[in-house]
């Protein structure tokens, strides 16, 4: 997992470019809540820029015949005064802290121990991994929070392999980042 720091480059997959991150656009339960989501990965950006543009069609968002979608590239500077939280791997505290963040009610003293932060970092939960997710908060492992549910949903996500996300959560964590360029992402 690579840390946050300055004069670093992240990226952004959407629809749309996005110039000017506005945190009351941002969806509330995604992995690590509410926040505008950034990876060092171009290659996941190109990815879920192409799935938010599918999204944005089925939704009328964006006219069914649209040709692109968009990175945008961010560069991070003046970080040090942003309280940052970030999870080495994708281990049973980073599976509570998605689960909690996606599912209303779920460990809650978890979600409460993050909502300080003004970015918190781990690996991605992504589509592929959705449905191993969703699964684990169906109990279909075992009880949710349980050793055996937690160690086998662990076990199917193959974190070895997961990408890295950063959630810039605050409008201070926000302010630290500066819009570089965008590039358009062919839809096949």
Request: charged share 30%; hydrophobic share 40%; proline share 2%.
């Amino acid at each position: 997992m690579k840390n946050l720091e300055n004069r670093m480059v992240l990226y952004h997959g959407s629809y749309c470019v996005v110039e000017n991150p506005d945190l009351e656009k941002c969806a509330v339960f995604k992995d690590f809540g509410r926040g505008f989501y950034l990876t060092t990965s171009k290659e996941q950006a190109k990815s879920f820029a192409k799935i938010s543009a599918t999204k944005a069609k089925s939704r009328g968002i964006i006219p069914y015949d649209e040709k692109f979608a968009y990175i945008s590239f961010f560069k991070v500077d003046n970080i040090d005064d942003l309280k940052f939280f970030a999870f080495e791997t994708a281990d049973i505290d980073w599976l509570h802290c998605i689960v909690a963040h996606r599912k209303e009610g779920s460990f809650s003293e978890v979600r409460k121990s993050m909502q300080d932060y003004d970015v918190i970092s781990g690996k991605i939960a992504n589509d592929d991994t959705n449905a191993t997710i969703i699964a684990y908060m169906d109990n279909v492992f075992g009880k949710m929070g349980s050793e055996q549910a937690d160690k086998m949903c662990i076990s199917l996500l193959l974190p070895e392999r997961l990408k890295d996300q950063f959630c810039f959560r605050s409008e201070k964590a926000i302010s630290a980042l500066e819009f570089l360029k965008s590039e358009k992402v062919a839809l096949e």
